[in-house]
Protein backbone atom coordinates (compact mmCIF):
# COMPACT_ATOMS: atom_id res chain seq x y z
CA UNK A 1 0.00 0.00 0.00
CA UNK A 2 1.48 3.33 -0.56
CA UNK A 3 1.64 6.27 1.29
CA UNK A 4 -0.98 8.81 2.04
CA UNK A 5 1.14 11.87 0.18
CA UNK A 6 1.54 9.55 -2.92
CA UNK A 7 -2.02 8.47 -3.40
CA UNK A 8 -2.75 12.51 -3.19
CA UNK A 9 -0.17 13.20 -5.63
CA UNK A 10 -1.18 10.49 -8.23
CA UNK A 11 -5.08 11.57 -7.74
CA UNK A 12 -7.13 10.96 -10.72
CA UNK A 13 -10.35 10.55 -9.08
CA UNK A 14 -12.67 13.36 -8.17
CA UNK A 15 -10.78 16.79 -7.14
CA UNK A 16 -8.90 16.08 -3.44
CA UNK A 17 -8.19 20.05 -2.02
CA UNK A 18 -5.94 19.27 0.68
CA UNK A 19 -3.21 21.06 3.10
CA UNK A 20 0.30 19.36 1.99
CA UNK A 21 1.53 20.16 6.09
CA UNK A 22 -1.48 17.91 7.34
CA UNK A 23 -0.25 14.85 5.63
CA UNK A 24 2.75 14.06 7.98
CA UNK A 25 0.23 14.12 10.95
CA UNK A 26 -2.14 12.20 8.87
CA UNK A 27 0.54 9.64 8.54
CA UNK A 28 1.13 9.60 12.07
CA UNK A 29 -2.30 8.69 13.41
CA UNK A 30 -4.14 7.02 10.85
CA UNK A 31 -1.43 4.37 9.47
CA UNK A 32 -2.01 1.74 12.40
CA UNK A 33 -5.56 1.52 10.83
CA UNK A 34 -4.65 0.57 6.81
CA UNK A 35 -5.84 -2.76 5.47
CA UNK A 36 -7.36 -3.57 8.91
CA UNK A 37 -11.24 -3.36 9.86
CA UNK A 38 -11.95 0.59 10.30
CA UNK A 39 -14.94 2.56 10.45
CA UNK A 40 -13.91 6.05 9.59
CA UNK A 41 -16.28 9.41 9.20
CA UNK A 42 -15.38 12.29 7.47
CA UNK A 43 -17.73 15.58 8.09
CA UNK A 44 -17.48 17.34 4.64
CA UNK A 45 -17.35 15.67 1.45
CA UNK A 46 -16.13 18.78 -1.15
CA UNK A 47 -15.77 17.27 -3.96
CA UNK A 48 -15.81 13.66 -2.72
CA UNK A 49 -12.06 13.41 -3.45
CA UNK A 50 -11.21 13.06 0.07
CA UNK A 51 -13.74 9.86 0.58
CA UNK A 52 -12.04 8.31 -1.92
CA UNK A 53 -8.83 8.72 -1.06
CA UNK A 54 -9.24 7.09 2.33
CA UNK A 55 -10.73 4.43 0.91
CA UNK A 56 -7.42 3.46 -1.42
CA UNK A 57 -5.43 4.56 1.43
CA UNK A 58 -6.89 2.86 4.37
CA UNK A 59 -7.61 -0.26 2.00
CA UNK A 60 -10.80 -2.80 1.52
CA UNK A 61 -11.58 -3.72 4.77
CA UNK A 62 -12.36 0.03 5.74
CA UNK A 63 -16.17 1.93 5.72
CA UNK A 64 -15.76 5.71 5.07
CA UNK A 65 -18.91 7.50 6.16
CA UNK A 66 -19.45 10.76 4.50
CA UNK A 67 -21.50 13.58 5.84
CA UNK A 68 -22.76 16.97 4.32
CA UNK A 69 -25.70 19.31 4.41
CA UNK A 70 -25.31 19.17 0.03
CA UNK A 71 -27.94 16.90 -0.99
CA UNK A 72 -26.03 16.16 -4.30
CA UNK A 73 -22.83 14.83 -2.27
CA UNK A 74 -25.36 11.71 -2.06
CA UNK A 75 -23.57 11.21 -5.73
CA UNK A 76 -20.04 10.29 -3.88
CA UNK A 77 -21.43 6.91 -2.54
CA UNK A 78 -19.85 4.11 -4.28
CA UNK A 79 -18.72 0.36 -2.41
CA UNK A 80 -17.16 1.11 1.01
CA UNK A 81 -18.52 4.61 0.78
CA UNK A 82 -21.84 5.78 2.23
CA UNK A 83 -23.41 9.37 2.14
CA UNK A 84 -25.25 10.95 4.68
CA UNK A 85 -26.78 14.31 4.48
CA UNK A 86 -27.12 16.07 7.34
CA UNK A 87 -26.37 18.78 9.48
CA UNK A 88 -22.97 18.03 11.64
CA UNK A 89 -24.60 20.48 14.34
CA UNK A 90 -27.44 18.29 14.64
CA UNK A 91 -27.39 15.88 17.52
CA UNK A 92 -30.86 13.81 16.22
CA UNK A 93 -28.91 13.61 13.15
CA UNK A 94 -25.45 12.63 14.53
CA UNK A 95 -27.40 9.95 16.78
CA UNK A 96 -28.83 8.25 14.28
CA UNK A 97 -25.08 8.40 11.84
CA UNK A 98 -23.72 6.68 15.73
CA UNK A 99 -26.67 3.93 15.68
CA UNK A 100 -26.04 2.88 11.79
CA UNK A 101 -22.45 3.09 11.35
CA UNK A 102 -21.01 3.84 15.04
CA UNK A 103 -19.17 3.62 16.99
CA UNK A 104 -16.39 5.02 14.34
CA UNK A 105 -12.86 4.23 14.81
CA UNK A 106 -12.10 7.92 13.28
CA UNK A 107 -13.79 10.53 12.94
CA UNK A 108 -12.15 13.98 10.55
CA UNK A 109 -14.33 17.14 11.36
CA UNK A 110 -13.29 19.09 7.89
CA UNK A 111 -17.15 20.29 7.87
CA UNK A 112 -18.94 23.80 8.28
CA UNK A 113 -15.62 24.83 10.37
CA UNK A 114 -18.34 27.16 12.83
CA UNK A 115 -17.20 26.91 16.26
CA UNK A 116 -20.25 25.73 17.32
CA UNK A 117 -20.76 22.59 14.87
CA UNK A 118 -17.50 21.74 15.68
CA UNK A 119 -18.42 21.43 19.29
CA UNK A 120 -21.23 20.22 18.76
CA UNK A 121 -19.90 17.19 16.52
CA UNK A 122 -17.34 16.75 19.32
CA UNK A 123 -19.08 16.89 22.10
CA UNK A 124 -21.70 13.93 20.68
CA UNK A 125 -19.32 11.48 18.76
CA UNK A 126 -16.03 11.84 20.98
CA UNK A 127 -17.51 9.52 23.87
CA UNK A 128 -19.28 7.41 21.32
CA UNK A 129 -16.21 6.51 19.55
CA UNK A 130 -14.42 3.45 19.67
CA UNK A 131 -12.46 3.15 22.75
CA UNK A 132 -9.08 3.62 20.96
CA UNK A 133 -10.20 5.45 18.27
CA UNK A 134 -9.14 8.86 16.65
CA UNK A 135 -10.52 12.03 15.91
CA UNK A 136 -9.14 14.72 14.28
CA UNK A 137 -10.23 18.31 13.61
CA UNK A 138 -8.89 20.47 10.88
CA UNK A 139 -9.00 23.63 9.02
CA UNK A 140 -8.88 25.59 12.71
CA UNK A 141 -7.07 28.82 11.15
CA UNK A 142 -11.34 29.39 11.19
CA UNK A 143 -11.07 29.93 15.49
CA UNK A 144 -9.07 32.74 14.91
CA UNK A 145 -11.50 33.88 12.48
CA UNK A 146 -15.23 35.87 13.63
CA UNK A 147 -17.02 35.00 10.46
CA UNK A 148 -16.75 31.53 11.90
CA UNK A 149 -17.74 31.99 15.20
CA UNK A 150 -13.78 32.17 16.29
CA UNK A 151 -11.72 35.14 17.11
CA UNK A 152 -8.24 35.06 19.31
CA UNK A 153 -8.94 34.06 22.98
CA UNK A 154 -12.98 34.09 22.36
CA UNK A 155 -14.85 31.48 24.50
CA UNK A 156 -16.59 30.06 21.53
CA UNK A 157 -13.41 29.06 19.93
CA UNK A 158 -12.94 25.10 20.06
CA UNK A 159 -9.59 25.85 20.65
CA UNK A 160 -10.00 27.71 23.95
CA UNK A 161 -12.07 24.04 24.55
CA UNK A 162 -9.18 21.98 23.24
CA UNK A 163 -6.92 24.79 26.01
CA UNK A 164 -9.23 23.89 28.80
CA UNK A 165 -9.32 20.07 27.46
CA UNK A 166 -5.12 20.05 28.50
CA UNK A 167 -6.18 20.59 32.01
CA UNK A 168 -8.80 17.66 31.51
CA UNK A 169 -6.45 15.61 30.88
CA UNK A 170 -3.99 16.26 33.67
CA UNK A 171 -6.80 16.63 35.75
CA UNK A 172 -5.35 14.00 38.57
CA UNK A 173 -2.60 16.33 39.31
CA UNK A 174 -4.23 19.40 40.09
CA UNK A 175 -4.55 18.32 43.50
CA UNK A 176 -8.91 18.60 43.29
CA UNK A 177 -8.69 21.55 41.76
CA UNK A 178 -10.15 19.80 38.77
CA UNK A 179 -12.63 16.48 39.52
CA UNK A 180 -11.35 13.88 36.24
CA UNK A 181 -14.09 13.44 33.95
CA UNK A 182 -14.53 10.94 31.34
CA UNK A 183 -12.07 12.79 29.34
CA UNK A 184 -9.73 12.37 31.66
CA UNK A 185 -10.57 8.69 31.80
CA UNK A 186 -10.82 7.79 28.27
CA UNK A 187 -8.04 10.16 26.56
CA UNK A 188 -4.23 9.03 26.13
CA UNK A 189 -3.05 12.19 24.63
CA UNK A 190 -4.03 15.49 22.57
CA UNK A 191 -1.49 16.64 19.77
CA UNK A 192 -1.71 20.18 18.37
CA UNK A 193 -0.80 21.30 14.66
CA UNK A 194 -0.73 24.17 12.24
CA UNK A 195 -4.64 24.25 11.92
CA UNK A 196 -5.14 21.19 13.19
CA UNK A 197 -5.94 19.28 16.72
CA UNK A 198 -5.92 15.16 17.06
CA UNK A 199 -7.23 13.31 20.05
CA UNK A 200 -6.07 9.79 20.47
CA UNK A 201 -8.48 7.61 22.89
CA UNK A 202 -7.78 5.27 25.31
CA UNK A 203 -7.57 3.81 28.47
CA UNK A 204 -5.89 5.83 31.14
CA UNK A 205 -2.22 3.60 31.85
CA UNK A 206 -1.35 3.12 35.95
CA UNK A 207 0.58 6.29 36.85
CA UNK A 208 3.62 5.06 38.12
CA UNK A 209 7.24 5.79 38.12
CA UNK A 210 9.63 3.64 39.04
CA UNK A 211 13.67 4.30 39.11
CA UNK A 212 15.80 1.65 38.05
CA UNK A 213 17.99 0.12 39.41
CA UNK A 214 16.75 1.59 42.71
CA UNK A 215 19.12 3.99 44.33
CA UNK A 216 20.37 3.88 47.90
CA UNK A 217 18.71 6.38 50.22
CA UNK A 218 21.27 7.64 52.87
CA UNK A 219 20.53 9.61 55.76
CA UNK A 220 22.16 13.25 55.26
CA UNK A 221 23.97 14.69 57.57
CA UNK A 222 25.62 17.66 58.55
CA UNK A 223 29.35 17.99 57.79
CA UNK A 224 31.68 18.03 60.61
CA UNK A 225 32.85 20.80 62.93
Known amino acids: MSGLWTEFLTN???SVHKWTHYFPAYERHLARYVNRPCRMLEIGCAHGGSLQ????WLGPLAQIVGVDIHPGC???AEHNIAIRIGDQGDTAFLARLHEEFGPFDVVLDDG???QSDIATSFGFLYPRMARDGVYMVEDLHTAYWPEYGGGLRNPAS???TCKHLVDELNAVWTKGALPPTE???TTLSMHFYDSMVAFERGATPPRVGPQIPP???KELRPPPG
Open 158 to 160: FLE
Open 215 to 217: VEV
Open 12 to 14: QGR
Open 183 to 185: FTH
Open 74 to 76: AAY
Open 112 to 114: SHR
Open 53 to 56: LWKR
